[in-house]
């Protein structure tokens, strides 16, 4: 930048013109610019000062008339005014020092110009810079919300799956409390049996001892996962709402044709829908299920029609459960009644497609023209391990921080789920029968996208297990670093990119243009110069002809630049210059004249005064 910036200054030591720079003064502008860019980031306010004021010195010493008074630093002032702009937040700071780099110019009389070069060459370029800097800090404070706000879903969609793996663990605690509680009561029948010989009996004696203690642990366990610092509302939580009623066990024992111990049948809780005045259909059979997955499809279940009746009331839903030899699917469909909701923080989906991912299955939520169907697959038998958890809530393609909602594909689809971007009029004319943020946290989690791709159990890159939270995702490239912040740092670099390819396009815009001028210039001058010797021979009385083999073939001007000796009569004169150097200022002139076919006048012009003086 310093050598662009000072390449006007060495030209105007180079330059012929009178009033030149002498070296001396070219090194101190030099060393003027050197010091005001290497300020321009520290103080930016100070460089601008420095800049204007060895502006207005030059003016001062060369004046106003001259280019050699204006030209030479007066491209830096533009640069220093824009950096100090971007960098200075307080205005109060720049204003005074450009009206203050005013004064040595009005003082020494040139009061217009000085005003005007710093008017046009500082205050609207700093301005820019103000105007550059304030949207620069709009766009950062843009991405910070956005990255704070994908990192509080994050946080949400978290809290909501720690929870609901609290309430599965508090399941599974009272299913195998059950268990041993059973076995503690068949320890202390076989204590009492008669005709059982006295060790055998202090065996069982301490069977029935060890089970009732692991039972009073496993109580403990599961009254401290109950204590949910963030509970849910009333009703939400697995088998809210629900009681053991008659027949609810049966003699094949739980987990054979029943929801487990302590929880309903999917035939009861439709039952109990039915008699509090929702309109269910269902189709089919209680699947035989082990008793964690039976539980969530119980959930789901519940979880669906208690929707349906809060956003589709009056609707008619249909539960339909198939069975096959490997799994069990249930469908949930009712008709949409309603405009979209935007009521629900998105966590009632998130509980229910991760309780169903750890009993190794997957939950859909599909909507359509006039329909809304929820649908969860459950093998007959738990997997060895949890699956991997899907991906953390994704931001919005194209939207910071956003979250992309879900648009749900036709009932009868078999494609996945639609982005809600693509077709925005037919999820407003169609209206969700289940809060938009469900659906919203659901496509985050990937649920649909499993689902409708028919895999069973996709691993998600680097996903983690059980009681490994983020075990994996701590290895990844690039872990910990959210959607918005790689998104800020490829606009960045876009953005860089695009700054340099500007200004290699300007600067290289400038080079062309400052190489076709000075290219022609050069040419003008190289071709329409008359050398001395070919001057000297001509003479007034020579025929045309023969002065033309010697004159140029390009005049230089059209016109003398002063005063000149008085044109004979009826003649009509060219001006050819006097050297071939395009950096030669001294503007003379060689002027001949034609009369008819004769040179009537043939002699050399002096430059012009200085100034015009």
């Not at 829908?273 to 119980?298: F, I, K, N, Q």
């Not at 400038?510 to 021979?537: H, I, N, Q």
Request: aromatic residues 4%.
């Amino acid at each position: 930048m310093w050598a662009v910036l000072g390449t006007p200054v060495c030209l105007a030591g180079l330059t012929s013109l009178p009033g030149r720079y002498p070296w001396p003064e070219v090194a101190l502008w030099l060393a003027a610019l050197a010091a005001a860019l290497l300020l321009r980031r520290s103080r930016p306010v100070t460089a601008l000062l420095a800049g204007a004021l060895s502006w207005e010195a030059a003016l001062v010493l060369h004046g106003p008339e001259s280019w050699l008074g204006i030209l030479p630093l007066l491209p830096a002032l533009p640069v220093l005014a824009y950096l100090a702009g971007v960098r200075t937040a307080d205005a109060r700071r720049a204003l005074p020092a450009l009206a203050a780099s005013v004064v040595p110019g009005a003082v020494a009389g040139h009061a217009v110009v000085s005003a005007a070069g710093i008017l046009l060459g500082c205050l609207v370029p700093w301005l820019a810079g103000q105007y550059r800097r304030q949207r620069a800090e709009l766009v950062r404070a843009g991405w910070e919300r956005a990255e704070r706000l994908e990192r509080e879903q994050r946080a949400a969609a978290e809290r909501a799956r720690l929870r609901e793996r609290a309430r599965i663990a508090s399941d599974m605690h009272d299913l195998l409390g059950h268990e041993l509680s059973l076995i503690a009561l068949r320890a202390g029948a076989l204590e009492v049996a008669p005709g059982l010989a006295e060790p055998h009996r202090e065996s069982a004696a301490q069977l029935r001892e060890a089970v009732t203690e692991a039972a009073e642990r496993l109580r403990e366990v599961v009254r401290m996962l109950r204590a949910d610092p963030h509970p849910l509302p009333p009703g939400t939580g697995p088998g809210a709402g629900t009681a053991a009623g008659p027949g609810a066990e049966t003699a094949a024992g739980p987990g054979v044709g029943m929801a487990g111990p302590g929880v309903e049948t999917v035939g009861g809780l439709v039952r109990r829908a039915r008699d509090s005045g929702l309109r269910v259909h269902l189709t089919g059979e209680d699947p035989a299920l082990p008793p964690m997955s039976a539980r969530a499809l119980h959930r789901v279940v519940q979880e669906s029609l208690t929707n349906a009746a809060r956003h589709a009331p009056g609707a008619e839903v249909t539960v339909q459960i198939t069975e096959t030899p490997a799994e069990a699917l249930v469908t949930i469909t009712n008709p949409l009644t309603r405009p979209p909701s935007r009521d629900g923080d998105g966590t009632g989906l998130l509980s229910l497609e991760e309780r169903v991912r750890l009993c190794g299955g997957d939950l859909s939520v599909r909507r359509g023209p006039g329909a809304f169907e929820v649908r969860a697959r459950l093998p007959r038998s738990l997997p060895g391990g949890p699956p991997p958890a899907p991906p953390a809530v994704r931001p919005g393609a194209g939207v910071p921080g956003g979250v992309r909602r879900a648009a749900l594909a036709p009932v009868d689809a078999a494609s996945a789920p639609v982005d809600a971007a693509s077709a925005p009029a037919a999820a407003e004319a169609a209206g969700p029968a289940w809060p938009a943020g469900d659906a919203a946290v659901l496509q985050g989690s990937g649920a649909a996208r499993r689902s409708a791709s028919g895999a069973g159990h996709p691993a998600r890159p680097g996903g983690d297990r059980a009681g490994e939270p983020g075990a994996s995702r701590a290895e990844e490239p690039g872990a910990g670093r959210t959607e918005v912040a790689r998104g800020l740092a490829e606009a960045r670099g876009r953005v860089r990119r695009a700054r340099r390819w500007a200004v290699l396009g300007a600067a290289g815009s400038v080079a062309g243009l400052a190489a076709v001028v000075l290219g022609f210039t050069a040419y003008d001058r190289m071709t329409s110069a008359l050398e001395p010797g070919d001057f000297a021979r001509l003479h007034v009385g020579q025929a045309r002809e023969a002065a033309d083999r010697v004159l140029p073939a390009r005049t230089w001007v059209d016109r003398a630049f002063g005063e000149e000796p008085p044109i004979p009569a009826g003649a009509e004169c060219r001006y050819y210059g006097t050297s071939r150097n395009p950096l030669d200022g001294r503007l003379g002139l060689y002027r001949v004249c034609f009369a008819g076919d004769r040179v009537a006048d043939a002699r050399r012009l002096p430059p012009p005064p200085p100034n015009g003086r």
